[in-house]
Every structure is written in C-alpha cells, then in structure tokens.
C-alpha cells in the first residue's frame, strides 16, 4: 500500500502561484497524479506523471499554467500551479496507480489517496 500526505495549500489572489506536494511512502506506483474536487462538483484529474518515462499528462483547463514533477530523492510529487484563477478553488488530492487497465492517465487507474490540501483562489 502506497501511503500519501498531501501539502502546500492555502488561500491566494487570482494571477498567484502555489506548489503543491505530496510525500510518497514509496516509489512502486506507477503513475502519479494530482486530481481536485469544488464544492458540489466531482473529482476531477488535474494531471498525471508516469514514472518510468516521466511522461506528463494535463487536464485542458490547466495546459501552460500548471507543472506536475517529483523528487526522486524525497519521493515526492509535485504541482506548481501559475496564473492561478478563481475557478481553480478547490481540494486537491494527491493519487497513485499500482496497475494501469486503461490508458495510464485514466482516472480508473488511481487507488491510492492522500487526504487533500485545500487551494482557494480569491479573485
């Protein structure tokens, strides 16, 4: 089992930047990706990273603005979010897949979560 903790949250105005974190347990999965959820709406993938070839996968309303990377060291995950917008308030969560029955980004493919960092954007 992959254990994640999320950080890196927190309240900005519209045009501002966060990074996000999530520590990783350990390194077995195979894909990694942050996904969000607003108020009355349902989880949605932000972006995803396949470890093996560090290949990068974003949702089209983050595409230019937001970066997904990770530490091989530290074993953690990371998501630098630029020109950040009000409707990009939300709770973020940290997955990972084990296993890919899908294309590798699916969001079918994540198990394991973390327990969320709250981003608000304030316009």
């Known amino acids: 089992r992959v254990h994640l903790v999320e950080s890196g949250g927190g309240s900005v105005q519209a045009g501002g930047s966060l990074r996000l974190s999530c520590v990783a347990s350990?390194?077995?999965?195979?894909?990694m990706g942050w996904f969000r959820q607003a108020p009355g709406k349902e989880r949605e993938e932000v972006a995803a990273?396949?470890?093996?070839?560090?290949?990068?996968w974003y949702a089209d309303f983050v595409k230019g603005r937001f970066t997904i990377s990770r530490d091989y060291a530290k074993t953690t995950l990371y998501l630098q979010m630029n020109s950040l917008k009000p409707e990009d308030t939300g709770m973020y969560y940290c997955?990972?897949?084990?296993?890919?029955?899908?294309?590798?980004?699916?969001?079918?493919?994540?198990?394991?979560w973390g327990q969320g960092t709250q981003v608000t954007v304030s316009s």
């Open positions: 990273l396949y470890l093996e070839s560090d290949t990068e």
């Open positions: 997955g990972a897949a084990a296993r890919t029955y899908f294309r590798w980004y699916n969001p079918g493919n994540f198990v394991y």
């Open positions: 350990e390194y077995s999965p195979i894909v």
